[in-house]
């Protein structure tokens, strides 16, 4: 938009900037009618003169700067208001032109000034599309450790590198994949997630890539793999340091060649997929031991985002606590509960091994479980601070609790007792303790990560 009182100059200026610039031009020939097509237009950039009747350059920057802080402003002035000029910039303007002006120079400015403004409305939204992440399925949280992963994200969320993300169990790695891929150009399609662990290495490869009818026993018609599904956008291969050798292989393939081979098949497919993987091993380790493919890791790591802990963002930890509380008392209807300063002083200052996930579990345990409307520290219990099993009545408040939130809760202290005592039994070795228990080791690993428990805490010194 151009602004000024004088016809000539806007004509003038108007055949310069379409002709070089390849941008649209509005003419205003007053401060007045220009905030009138503000109401109608966004201009990029907004070149006013300084000296109008009625309303001059100043009070129209500052109008400007009330109705959109993203628009560009470059102020002209004529001889002696050089002072006006500078004062125009302390409030807010992006550049100054003094006539008589010199083309080039207009065309420079202007220039600028729509690359400024484009890169300030890009960051406005990706502010605003972060801010939609702080829901309870997402961020919450200020510390500057969160912060920073939250900002690698947003700068790689509409490329299509791949992301790797690492980080202890419980600390949200899955919700960063979530938020990669709801800021991404992809977020109109559903990202399909894949539970490697959970999937012996027949069905894993099977399931990734597919298969042709009679492609092997029990094949009886063709089925379109998980890569497939995820054609236009994105996969998160979740717990990648448990794929076998044999998948990582081909797995492999589709990071280099953009392509897959469904079992039974000769001829490969091109898919068009963004790969985000998550772990909580030590993928170096395991390179090291053979478990691992290095150049599958290389693949993977292009960028990294590591998710803090919950030792590393305690300044977060009653945001969280005061988040989930207040989640939970809406969801169970338990609007009238208090916690007592005790309890929230304990729960503020409690070691959270299992991290967010741990947290978030006990705050929904104390609600279930709230006998009253106030609850203190001597009836907080917590699964992971004794040994013991409790009492069948001290589950008493769960029956009419709903039926899966309530078999959660038991299921999850027995799971943790259970754990503890099986790893304390085998001094911490996982894979002695899954034979024990007649689990799969990978099966064994998984639990544990769902509860939080390191083996390395029960290992003998």
Not at 48 to 62: F, Q, R, T, V, W
Not at 384 to 396: G, I, L, S, T, V
Request: proline letters at 3%; charged letters at 25%; hydrophobic letters at 40%.
């Amino acid at each position: 938009m151009v602004v000024d009182d004088e016809p000539d100059m806007l004509s003038m200026l108007r055949l310069v900037i379409e002709k070089k610039c390849a941008a649209d031009v509005i003419s205003a020939p007053s401060g007045l009618v220009a905030l009138e097509q503000l109401q109608e237009f966004r201009p990029d950039v907004i070149l006013s003169d300084i000296k109008m009747p009625n309303l001059d350059g100043l009070e129209l920057l500052n109008k400007i700067q009330e109705h959109d802080r993203t628009i560009s402003v470059v102020i002209m002035t004529g001889y002696g208001t050089i002072d006006m000029a500078v004062q125009a910039l302390k409030n807010g303007a992006y550049d100054f032109l003094q006539k008589p002006f010199d083309k080039d120079h207009i065309v420079r400015v202007i220039r600028n000034g729509l690359e400024r403004t484009a890169l300030l409305r890009a960051n406005y939204q990706l502010r605003e599309r972060l801010s939609d992440l702080a829901q309870p399925e997402g961020f919450i949280g200020q510390s500057p450790a969160l912060r920073r992963v939250l900002d690698l994200l947003a700068k790689v969320a509409d490329t299509d590198a791949t992301v790797l993300i690492r980080g202890e169990s419980g600390t949200g790695k899955e919700v960063a994949a979530r938020a990669l891929h709801k800021l991404s150009k992809r977020k109109k399609r559903q990202m399909i997630t894949v539970n490697c662990p959970a999937l012996p290495e027949n069905v894993l490869e099977s399931e990734l890539f597919g298969y042709s009818k009679g492609a092997f026993t029990g094949a009886m018609q063709e089925k379109k793999g998980l890569f497939l599904e995820a054609h236009g956008s994105t996969i998160l291969l979740d717990e990648i340091a448990d794929i076998p050798i044999s998948v990582q292989t081909k797995l492999l393939r589709v990071l280099q060649e953009k392509e897959i081979q469904p079992l039974g098949q000769n001829k490969t497919m091109k898919v068009d997929v963004r790969v985000v993987a998550s772990t909580n091993q030590d993928l170096e380790a395991k390179i090291r031991t053979g478990e691992f493919r290095e150049d599958l890791f290389y693949r993977l790591n292009v960028v990294t985002a590591v998710m803090p802990n919950l030792e590393e963002m305690k300044e977060d930890v009653p945001l969280l606590i005061h988040h989930f509380l207040a989640q939970f008392k809406r969801q169970y209807d338990r609007e009238d509960l208090v916690l007592s300063t005790d309890l929230l002083q304990h729960l503020y200052l409690k070691k959270w091994p299992g991290n967010i996930r741990e947290l978030q579990n006990s705050v929904k345990r104390i609600v279930l479980l709230a006998a009253g409307g106030h609850v203190g520290l001597a009836d907080f219990s917590d699964p992971a601070d004794d040994d013991k099993q409790p009492e069948a009545n001290n589950f008493e408040s769960l029956y009419t609790a709903d039926y899966n939130d309530a078999k959660a809760i038991i299921i999850s202290h027995f799971s943790v007792n259970y754990l503890r005592n099986l790893l304390t039994r085998y001094g911490g070795n996982v894979t002695n303790a899954a034979t024990g228990c007649g689990l799969e080791r990978q099966a064994l690993q998984r639990i544990m990560r769902r509860y939080g428990i390191v083996s390395a805490d029960f290992k003998q010194k």
